[in-house]
């Protein structure tokens, strides 16, 4: 272990233009104006670039890489070798304004597994929770109360809205968007430009929250490219939503259905 002088472990090449508040392992790089704040802990071997923010009571643990520019909130932990890339945020607060149908909140907390890798302009609220070996790309979205599997490909400018739950190894490919309170099972693969909705009846009074449903897409099931799922629909384990379908209805586990709206392949 190095010999520490003036309370800093020699190991360390720490800019003397960052402020650091929190602890710091040993052998970390942590570059100009980066910030780490009261109570953070920064695993050995990690890299903190330019301009980064680490709140208040987070924890990166060993061999993170955080590029520059990411911010990570107060309370958020990343397990070890998470890399955040440029501009990301991980730990936001929501916030509704008057305008959503539900109250915007979430406890104040995010944990990322080990081995996940963050893309860039990535936001992630608070409240959510992700596996180790997950795939996050450029410009995704993740809102609160998501909770994201191991081995998942969250692909780029994906947005998964409130309450979302996906389980392992499920790959979801660019600019699909997943509805609030959507559940996904392991090993699910869902195309691009994909769309799921939870409300049939979009202009009722905003706090009329009890009619919302999301799709629920059972394990190894498939959907294509361009497919639309209508609220509260099933479909089933093993089945095929071909590509531009919309489903209206459930659809049986191992079938493949097709057309507007979908039905079973003749």
Known sequence: MMPEVNGQDQSNDVSSKASIEGHLGSGCRIGHFAVIGPGAQIGDGCRVE?????GAGAVLSACCVLHAGAVIGE???LGDAVEVFPSATVGRHPSGALATARPASAEQ???IGSQCSIGAHVTIYYGVEIGEGTLIGDGASIREGARIGSRCIISRCVTLNYDVLIGDDVKIMDST???GGAVIGDGVFISMLVATVN???PTAPL???????GPEIRARAVIGGGATLLPGVVVGEEAVVAAGAV???????GSTVMGVPARPRQ
């Open 199 to 201: 409300d049939n009846h």
């Open 177 to 179: 968007h997943i509805t």
């Open 109 to 111: 907390k995010v944990n």
């Open 207 to 213: 706090r009329d929250t009890e009619r919302l449903a």
């Open 50 to 54: 330019a301009n980064c923010v680490v």
């Open 247 to 253: 489903v209206t209805r459930d659809v049986a586990a």
């Open 75 to 77: 309370s958020v932990v």
